[in-house]
């Protein structure tokens, strides 16, 4: 087999790529370890940025986006027993996110892609990396017991924090920057009303929470765990009780419970691999960089390398040009560590962390006082909140 760019991975960066590459008249061919239900079957993401909505509409798939997409123009936190609103949309300019679950957006690129009659191979494991320091790279999977190969210009590494694209390149070539974070998020999905039309984000003496929705029957909440929880020790009762003693009186009164759909606890972590492009390799999404989900940056900065990525390649096949190739991993980088700075900014003032200590805890203290007073602080959580532009190559 032969394509223009194979795409390893078939999460939301590998199917938006494809989206956008086939829009642009570029052949592609996604290879995904997992099973279509499988990856549909991951409970993630829930707040999409504005540049996020507009990669979603370039590649033609907004439609249910925009119409069941919930748009939010403020959040809340919730400290010393009060909710303090950040002004998203007055803070930004008339700037605003859209609540809508990383589910429903692979739904819809799963069905634009099987809409174009475009290649996914799904259950394609092991798979293998060749050449990629060269012009003709290739691509080996195993399915149904037989060895495939497919010969691209470019292979595309979509396939998240543990997969092989990384994993391929040399170590010396790599620079890797980890924080690993001393809590996770056990994380509930029912169908009962969400408790408040916007996100409510808690730091409580019993630690972090956070009430988020998918529609107005469905919400998602999470609480902050230690890292030696285990999610089989969590009936659904202690759950909601847990979440019930990180509230508000007000919000405690709005709160409907019910059985979970989904319930899992996540790692926190901050990681970036630098640089994103190796030949003809070139990584986007989680292959290249996690964030903690506090600022809801993962998916959104997994689209915004999408958008660049899909950008470059067609000046590449269009211009005969690879200078935007070139600046790829600089673009992407500069975003990305805006976002992880925000990210670990915001995990750090809205989490309980075992060693902060009296001193870190008044620290904490002040500094949420000083945000919600002050203009010009919550201007800045607003504008890195909604997503920071995007740059022209
Ligand atoms: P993904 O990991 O989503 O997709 C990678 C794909 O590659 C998968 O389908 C995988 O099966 C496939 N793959 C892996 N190895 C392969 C191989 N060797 N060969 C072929 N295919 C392979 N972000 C937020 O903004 N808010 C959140 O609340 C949030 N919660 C999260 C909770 C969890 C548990 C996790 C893990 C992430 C969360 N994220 C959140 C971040 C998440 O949404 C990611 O940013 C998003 O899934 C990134 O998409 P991809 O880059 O496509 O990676
Ligand atoms: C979610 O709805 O899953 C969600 C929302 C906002 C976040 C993180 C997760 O910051």
């Not at 069905?111 to 092991?126: C, E, F, K, M, S």
């Not at 998240?160 to 390149?169: E, F, K, L």
């Not at 007000?250 to 059985?259: D, K, M, Q, S």
């Not at 660049?308 to 990305?336: G, K, M, N, P, Q």
Request: hydrophobic residues 40%.
């Amino acid at each position: 087999m032969r394509t223009q760019v194979v795409i390893v991975g078939g999460g939301p960066s590998g199917l938006l790529l494809g989206q956008l590459l086939h829009c642009a008249g570029i052949e592609n061919i996604i290879v995904e370890r997992q099973s279509g239900d499988y990856v549909l079957g991951r409970i993630r993401a829930g707040v999409l940025e504005q540049v996020t909505m507009d990669l979603l509409k370039q590649a033609g798939v907004d439609k249910r986006a925009r119409a069941e997409g919930l748009p939010h123009d403020g959040i809340e936190l919730l400290f010393k027993g009060a909710r303090h609103r950040i002004d998203l949309n007055g803070l930004t300019g008339g700037k605003q996110v859209t609540v809508y679950g990383q589910t429903e957006v692979t739904h819809d690129l799963m069905d634009a892609r099987a809409a174009a009659g475009l290649t996914t191979i799904y259950n394609a494991a092991p798979v293998s990396l060749h050449d990629f320091d060269t012009a003709s790279p290739r691509v080996r999977y195993q399915k149904d017991g037989a060895t495939h190969e497919i010969a691209c210009d470019f292979i595309a590494g979509c396939d998240g924090y543990h997969g092989i694209s990384r994993a391929s390149v040399p170590a010396d070539a790599l620079h890797l920057y980890e924080k690993v974070y001393p809590f996770g998020w056990l994380g509930v999905l029912a169908d009962v009303p969400p408790l408040s039309h916007e996100l409510i984000y808690a730091n409580t003496p019993r630690g972090f929470a956070l009430c988020s929705m998918r529609s107005a029957t469905r919400s998602r909440y999470y609480v902050q765990v230690g890292t030696e929880e285990r999610v089989e020790n969590w009936s659904d009762d202690a759950f909601w009780n847990e979440l019930r003693n990180r509230l508000d009186p007000e919000a405690r009164e709005h709160l409907v419970t019910g059985p979970s759909l989904e319930k899992s606890i996540a790692p926190l972590r901050s990681f970036v691999a630098e640089p994103m492009r190796f030949g003809s390799l070139l990584l986007a999404g989680d292959a290249a960089h996690i964030v903690p989900p506090t600022g809801a940056k993962g998916l959104n900065l997994a689209t915004a390398d999408v958008g660049y990525l899909s950008r470059a390649l067609e000046i590449f096949y269009r211009e005969h040009s690879a200078s935007a190739l070139d600046r790829y991993s600089e673009l992407c980088l500069r975003r990305v560590w805006k976002a992880e700075r925000f990210s670990w900014w915001f995990t750090s003032l809205m989490h309980r962390f075992p060693d902060n200590g009296e001193f870190g805890q008044k620290i904490q203290e002040a500094e949420l006082d000083y945000l919600v007073n002050s203009r010009a602080a919550s201007t800045s959580l607003a504008e890195n909140y909604v997503g920071l532009p995007l740059e022209s190559f």
